[in-house]
């Protein structure tokens, strides 16, 4: 018998009609003989609300309660699924993450899964149930409930698609699949039959939150196969895979963008050995994360000038402390944007390829839209550019490289 995992994300729970057309597609797979484990998000809307009702009682609150309370938004959609189901004559068990041992590391907001038991989740398949468990959430080793950062549904599904050695694990969403970009950007992407992990772990990195990073680690490292599809519309979706020879053999795959962005600029440092551990120093040991990073001698030759990106929820945090090591360095001015945005294209066909970058920049070059920074791998080459020019970067961009049309054989 296949053993399917279904994550159903917070659009296709939003509403109990949605829930009820999810109970309907879940024992459709299962009356085609199929053993089927489904994951849920909270329904569209609620961890925001919960985040909101959490801001109005402390700006900043304890990580540990925060999960608790970010907690609740799952569980109330599994009881309704497994009542949907039941009330159709399927039987259903709900769980939470803490009830089937999805044991986390203690990094409340972000824990990262260890172990699944999938004991009790097999019985129940054996008995003839659909299992329905909470996404984005388990339980540290000392019983806290924990929560795996925005979007971890996506990752609990493919774990537990990993523990249970699943034929097949999908990830139902609001669009029909993995585009050439955000579909709601650029009306015109396209959608990609199939994506390697390598591409859509960079997509997702640079800031297509289509899936969540850590689910897509995590189905390339435990080799499972990963499909994201519509939960309002039949098709096949996009198949996330190893490369071989039946891929299409696109240039571009696709282009990415993060609207989360800030950079930071200190001016006039003197040049010496440590710089840089110096001014990042501070900045990790708050925990906060750097991306880009650019550094540059200044003419004079005994000064550097310093830039580099943070997540923008970080960006005044991150302006304190950079600017209270810049004053004891010494250094002549601290600034910093966080009206920025980073567009960037992925794709392994660029290894063999030069010239994107230049056409990339010349495109941009004639749509008049300024380059703050660049930065380059094998598979990606990123921009930040000004908020304001998102849209028009993207779209330009989609239509230099001819994304819309499918590539040539
Ligand atoms: P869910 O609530 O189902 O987890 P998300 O909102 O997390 O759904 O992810 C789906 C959204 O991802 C789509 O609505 C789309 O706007 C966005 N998205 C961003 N980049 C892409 C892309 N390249 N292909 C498809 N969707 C994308
Ligand atoms: N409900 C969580 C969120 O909104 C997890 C998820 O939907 O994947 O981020
Ligand atoms: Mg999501």
New binding site residues.
């Given amino acids: 018998m296949t053993l399917i995992v279904q994550k159903y ?4 729970v939003g509403t109990p009609e949605r829930i009820a057309a999810v109970a309907d597609k879940v024992i459709t797979t299962r009356d085609r003989g199929n053993r089927v484990v489904v994951v849920v ?1 909270a329904m ?1 809307g609620e961890t925001n609300r919960l985040l909101a009702l959490a801001d109005q009682i402390s700006d900043k609150p304890v990580p540990r309660e925060l999960d608790v309370l970010l907690a609740t938004g799952e569980q109330v959609t599994i009881a309704l699924l497994s009542m949907a189901l039941e009330h159709r004559g399927c039987t259903a068990r709900s769980y939470t993450g803490g009830q089937v041992h999805i044991l986390t590391d203690s990094a409340h907001n972000k824990a990262r899964i260890r172990e699944i038991e999938d004991k009790r989740i097999h019985a129940d398949l054996d008995a003839g149930h659909v299992v329905v468990v909470a996404g984005f959430q388990g339980v540290d080793e000392h019983g806290n409930i924990t929560t795996l950062g925005r ?1 971890g ?2 990752t609990t599904a493919v774990a537990l698609a990993a523990a249970l050695k699943a034929d097949e694990c999908q990830i139902y ?3 029909d ?8 950007v650029v009306p015109d992407a396209r959608r990609l039959h199939r994506i390697t992990f390598e591409e859509m772990l960079e ?1 997702a990195s640079l800031g ?3 899936l969540q990073i850590r689910s897509v680690s995590f189905a390339g490292r435990y080799n499972v196969p990963l499909r994201v599809l519509s939960s309002f519309e039949e098709g096949e979706g996009t198949l996330i895979t190893y490369e071989d020879e039946k891929m299409e053999q696109a240039l571009i795959s ?1 282009i ?1 963008f993060n609207r989360d962005e800030a950079k930071l600029t200190v001016i006039g440092v003197p040049d010496t050995p440590g710089v840089a551990h110096q001014l990042l120093g501070p900045i990790a040991d708050a925990n906060i994360e750097v991306d880009m990073i650019v550094q540059n001698i200044a003419p004079d030759g005994a000064t550097t000038d310093f830039t580099f990106t943070v997540n923008r929820n970080d960006y005044k945090r991150a302006l304190d402390i950079l600017t209270r090591t810049a004053t004891i360095m010494g250094a002549r001015q601290v600034s910093g944007d966080n009206k920025i945005v980073k567009v960037s294209l992925v794709g392994v066909g660029m290894r063999s390829h030069a010239g994107i970058a230049s056409t990339m920049f010349g495109t941009l070059a004639k749509e008049g839209v300024n380059i703050r920074m660049i930065s380059t791998s094998e598979i990606k080459i990123s921009v930040v550019v000004d908020e304001k020019y998102l849209e028009l970067a993207v779209r330009s961009l989609h239509d230099a490289f001819g994304l819309s049309q499918p590539p040539k054989v």
Wanted: charged letters at 20%; hydrophobic letters at 20%; glycine letters at 20%.
């Fill in positions: 994300g917070g659009t296709s998000s569209s979007g549904s996506d969403t609001d669009v699949g993995v585009y050439t970009t955000d579909p709601r997509m297509s939150k289509v696709g990415a």
